[in-house]
């Protein structure tokens, strides 16, 4: 019985920490000009350091997204592209971890 108790405790540790570390899905809003791909949370763009898991979203399409700020801006696609002389401010770098569409833009 002390074992079945023990063996307990620690899956329900073990669940706890495990379901503290999994961000949830937050509401945002595709962007999309010449400087890259942003998804847009409560009025502030972050920009998406994974861009092809965002291929087949448009501009305006309302998403539910998973991110993780990220540090090593080396290691996203395409950091080197010149595509246009325009700045986009941004507040982060993110990469998304899932994403689904919630509405189609209007």
């Not at 073990?14 to 949370?41: H, W």
């Not at 997204?65 to 246009?84: L, P, Y």
């Amino acid at each position: 019985m002390k074992n079945l108790i023990v063996i307990c405790l620690l899956c329900g540790f073990a669940f706890l920490m495990n379901s503290c570390a999994v961000s949830k899905s937050v509401e945002a809003k595709v962007v999309r000009d010449c400087t890259g791909v942003y998804v847009r949370i409560d009025e502030k763009d972050y920009l998406v350091c994974n861009k092809s898991k965002l291929v087949n979203f448009e501009n305006g399409d309302l998403v539910l997204v998973k991110s993780n700020e990220t540090d090593n801006i080396d290691e996203c696609e395409g950091k080197n592209d010149i595509v246009c002389m325009m700045y986009h401010e941004h507040a982060a770098v993110v990469t998304v971890s899932s994403i689904k569409k919630v509405k189609v833009r209007d």
